[in-house]
């Protein structure tokens, strides 16, 4: 058995994640229409059916989308903060929606799937670190800036999907409105490339076999800026880096 991870697509038009260990498979945010979902995960040699559920990282468009009639269509689970419930309904949650504690890992499957709490404007959002037990997977997208808490548990992970959202001088030169660049650069936003570099000098990376950037602005950033900030962090070929499209993703990688 091994970990394995594929992207349906990154970036502000939708995201969705694939985590697999053994026979078990969640879906970690759904962005996407239901039928371009069945789409995206047919280009990985998936159906609907082959997930146990989709895991929800926060309340905004372009990752919780459609997740919950797309469960509801396919008869799947769904994983999600209390806040995050709270900001899109006012109902107690349906028997398919499990909402979780943020700081408590919970098990489907053979995978142990361990939420935690990062700064973006949203009512609770979280991020996750994916285990089979022998490796460890952490995801880190939609985040205004690196906290102690947020190093500390992705430190000494065998594979990083990271935000790389945008270049500072793009978003400050780029044609988006004021309070828009405010946003995503301040506190609450989207990781810049250079923060993301800097927490990638925090961490314990001596094990890392895996390191994709992730949710790049079409507008403020390019593929090759990320992928040099990255590589400098660890002192690798840029050519390592992976990179996470918004129409394609990234196909299998496994550990």
Same mark, same amino acid.
């Given at each position: *058995?091994? #970990?394995?991870?594929? $992207? #349906?697509? $990154?970036?502000? !038009?939708?995201? /969705?994640?694939? %985590?697999?260990?053994?026979?078990? !498979? %969640?879906?970690? =945010?759904?962005?996407?229409?239901?039928r371009d979902c069945e789409r995206r995960l047919g280009r990985l040699g998936l159906v609907p059916s082959d997930l146990a559920g989709i895991v929800v990282t926060h309340e905004h468009d372009d990752h919780i989308g459609d997740a919950l009639p797309f469960a509801a269509?396919?008869?799947?689970?769904?994983? *999600?903060?209390? /806040?995050?419930?709270? +900001?899109?309904a =006012? &109902? +107690?949650?349906? $028997? @398919?929606v499990t909402l979780v504690d943020s700081h408590h890992?919970?098990? %489907?499957?053979?995978?142990?799937?361990?939420?935690?709490?990062?700064? @973006? =404007? +949203?009512?609770?959002?979280v991020q996750f670190v994916f285990s089979d037990g022998a490796s460890r997977l952490?995801?880190?997208t939609d985040i205004g800036a690196p906290t102690r808490h947020v190093a500390e548990t992705l430190s000494g992970c065998d594979a990083l999907v990271l935000e790389c959202n945008h270049d500072a001088g793009m978003l400050a030169r780029g044609p988006y409105p004021a309070w828009l660049k405010q946003r995503i650069g301040g506190p609450f936003g989207h990781l810049a490339n250079d923060a993301a570099a800097e927490l990638l000098a925090m961490? =314990? &990376?001596?094990?890392?076999? @895996?390191?994709?950037?992730? @949710?790049?602005?079409?507008?403020?950033? &390019?593929?090759? #800026?990320? !992928?040099? +900030?990255?590589?400098e962090a660890l002192g690798c070929e840029e050519s390592w880096i992976g990179v996470a499209s918004q129409d394609r993703g990234f196909d299998w990688r496994a550990l």
């Open positions: *058995m091994a #970990l394995r991870f594929a $992207s #349906l697509g $990154s970036g502000s !038009r939708g995201n /969705g994640l694939v %985590v697999e260990a053994g026979a078990s !498979r %969640v879906l970690l =945010d759904c962005g996407f229409s239901p269509r396919h008869g799947l689970q769904v994983w *999600m903060t209390h /806040g995050t419930w709270r +900001a899109i =006012d &109902t +107690a949650a349906p $028997s @398919h890992p919970f098990v %489907v499957g053979e995978l142990c799937v361990s939420p935690f709490p990062v700064p @973006h =404007d +949203a009512r609770e959002p952490g995801v880190l961490l =314990d &990376t001596r094990g890392l076999k @895996h390191v994709v950037a992730a @949710h790049l602005s079409e507008s403020n950033n &390019t593929p090759e #800026l990320a !992928r040099r +900030a990255l590589a």
